[in-house]
């Protein structure tokens, strides 16, 4: 369901698209009634306001004459951070695309691709709370196992909803660690099983615990900007949902491109942190800096460029020429620019130079745009870049094209907070 907020209402008005309202229309009721949030606020107490991170600035304590230029910069940036709250971030008026834990993954690709928004947060009718999120890592993960696993994916995406295959993978982990063996067999007509087999095997290996339901990380209007920010950072995730604190109703989801964009209007602080090159203060990943930048070809399958970004955990992989030549880019978003034309299946069968094909054919205006920037770029260079470009990432190349980086927002905003 999709709704939007006026004002920084806590109130959602709007209504569903026709198919999501066949599926799950009774969501509306968890969000009648009206509540201002400036009452919610008075009402509410504190503490229901502030997650477990804290509140400090800096970990040391000011010493003058002790502290060099970079320490400074990342001090005030931090002690703007702290002055300014969540709500101020958010927009007076935004439409928020939410979806019921329980509807089917195919009607939720098509509602993000229809809309196209990246994520959405779930929402669970009977306990009448948010549970998670649904982003494109997560459908692209449930696509990369049933392909991988040979079972076909729009049977696996029809059947499944985001509650039901994170609560089969978890039953698969279970089974793996030996702690539930019985009736193994009689699940194997499931659709899906085979693909959540594959997916635990892999979370197993990689020392994962199973975990029916994963925790909701979420922040509160009131939170500062730097809460956020740390939030964002030490759970790794690139979407934190605001709720609101009676309610638990979502009242906007905060990112790194709209806590860059604030920035960039309102903070205005000048100090030599911001003329130092980005290689040398070490933002971002750099090829002869120990890191590892990995690159896919246009003949590649775009399987292996799924498995890439699933295996490395990154958003983006450079495409480049048998030369290394950097020609575009393959993002974990696109997985919401699929054609129209083609199955899932088909889809991915195809090679990364066609699938981009169809995303220029058909979803030009919403494809990112390929952005470069030079090592010895100035963080206020890359910050003005990536602000006034409204991009992810940037890819660092030399003089012959080669890719020698990426930098992401993630790695710009996380940079201040080590």
Not at 47 to 69: I, Q, T, Y
Not at 130 to 136: E, R
Not at 190 to 206: C, F, I, W
Not at 287 to 310: M, R
Request: hydrophobic fraction near 40%; aromatic fraction near 8%.
């Amino acid at each position: 369901m999709s709704s939007s907020y006026n004002e920084k209402s806590a109130t959602p008005v709007g209504s569903f698209t026709e198919q999501a309202m066949r599926l799950s229309g009774d969501v509306v009721e968890s969000f009648a009634g009206e509540i201002e949030f400036e009452d919610a606020i008075q009402r509410a107490s504190s503490a229901s306001f502030h997650s477990a991170v804290g509140r400090k600035s800096v970990d040391r304590k000011f010493v003058p004459g002790e502290w060099n230029d970079v320490e400074l910069g990342k001090a005030s940036l931090a002690s703007f951070l702290e002055s300014v709250t969540v709500y101020d971030l958010m927009p007076s008026n935004s439409k928020i695309l939410v979806f019921e834990n329980v509807l089917p993954l195919s009607f939720a690709h098509r509602g993000l691709v229809e809309n196209q928004c990246h994520s959405a947060p779930l929402w669970n009718t009977s306990q009448k709370e948010l549970v998670g999120m649904l982003t494109c890592t997560d459908l692209m993960e449930v696509m990369r196992w049933a392909h991988v696993s040979g079972e076909n994916v729009e049977k696996v995406m029809d059947f499944h909803s985001p509650a039901s295959w994170r609560l089969l993978v978890a039953d698969r982990m279970r089974s793996l660690n030996g702690d539930d063996d019985e009736g193994d067999k009689d699940k194997e007509v499931v659709p899906g099983y085979r693909a959540a087999t594959s997916a635990a095997k892999h979370l197993v290996g990689k020392g994962i615990v199973p975990k029916e339901r994963q925790e909701l990380v979420v922040a509160a209007p009131d939170d500062s900007l730097l809460t956020a920010c740390r939030l964002l950072w030490e759970k790794r995730i690139h979407r934190l949902p605001v709720t609101n604190p009676l309610s638990g109703t979502c009242m906007a989801v905060v990112t790194h491109l709209r806590i860059l964009n604030y920035l960039v209007a309102h903070y205005k602080e000048e100090r030599q942190l911001f003329d130092h090159g980005i290689k040398e203060l070490g933002v971002g990943t750099f090829v002869d800096n120990g890191g590892s930048v990995v690159t896919i070809t246009l003949d590649s399958p775009l399987i292996d460029a799924f498995n890439i970004l699933g295996e490395k955990g990154i958003s983006c992989v450079p495409v480049v020429d048998d030369k290394g030549v950097l020609l575009d880019l393959y993002c974990r978003s696109y997985i919401t620019c699929f054609s129209e034309k083609r199955s899932l299946t088909d889809t991915l069968n195809l090679t990364v130079g066609e699938a981009l094909m169809d995303i220029q054919n058909e979803y030009e205006e919403f494809a990112e745009a390929l952005h470069v920037c030079k090592t010895s770029d100035t963080l206020q260079e890359i910050f003005v870049q990536f602000a006034g470009k409204r991009v992810h990432r940037m890819i660092c190349i030399n003089e012959q094209k080669k890719v020698e980086g990426v930098v992401s927002l993630s790695d710009l905003l996380s940079y201040f907070l080590k």
